[in-house]
């Protein structure tokens, strides 16, 4: 049963954790407006786990960047603290990397700040009922994969028909895999922008993949992200 099947008039109880004051009341604002119950706001993440603990929203929209700890503690605060609450992260970053982290937390669903308000309030209802809801083109692909591989570790060991790939091209897939941009794995690998590319390059031929999202799944389908 969803958060909100049992509410006849079927209205979500939402929470509103953001540090910017009015962006946090905006979002208030256009929840209410739509006929959901606000029962409380916060722009800190430890007072927000608290707060939520009394509150019992269904719904938590949750900034991922706060002044005192990161989104990804607060939703394992909030999971902890209300097991069944669903938590809805609403941020300007849309980085591959910042998705996975706080699906790994236990988000259901994660959208970017420049939503427009209907896409917003839909993913609300949806969220409340369950429902996985992301901002479109946002890693979906690598998302539905890493939620199914999340419920537990791959079957079998290692995969002998696999492509082979070398020690550095492994080595640069678990940093694509990690969210690094190929000028952040060129500085961490010491070697030339250009060289990283030809290492992906070469990667995705042999793996017969066709850009970083298919092979960032991949990736993460090998438990290459941990």
Known sequence: MSAVAGRPDGRVRVMVVDDHPMWREGVARDLTEAGHLVVATSGEGRQAVRVAAAAR??????????????????????????????VLMLSASG???????????????????????????????????????????????VLGEYRRLAAGPPSGGADDSAPRLTERETEVLRLVAKGLSYKQIAERLGLSHRTVQNHVQNTLG?????????????????????
Request: no cysteine; proline share 7%; net charge negative.
């Open 57 to 86: 929203p269904d719904v938590v929209v949750l900034d991922l960047q706060l002044p005192d700890v990161s989104g990804v503690e607060v939703i394992r605060g909030l999971r902890a603290a209300l097991p069944e609450v669903r």
């Open 95 to 141: 980085e591959p990397q910042s998705v996975l982290d706080a699906v790994k937390a236990g988000a259901t669903g994660y959208l970017v700040k420049s939503a427009a308000p209907a896409e917003f309030l839909d993913a609300v209802r949806r969220t409340a009922a369950g429902e996985p809801v992301f901002t479109p083109g946002l890693a979906g692909l």
């Open 206 to 226: 042999k793996l017969q993949l066709h850009n970083r999202v298919e092979l960032t799944r991949y990736a993460i389908e090998r438990g290459l992200d941990d």
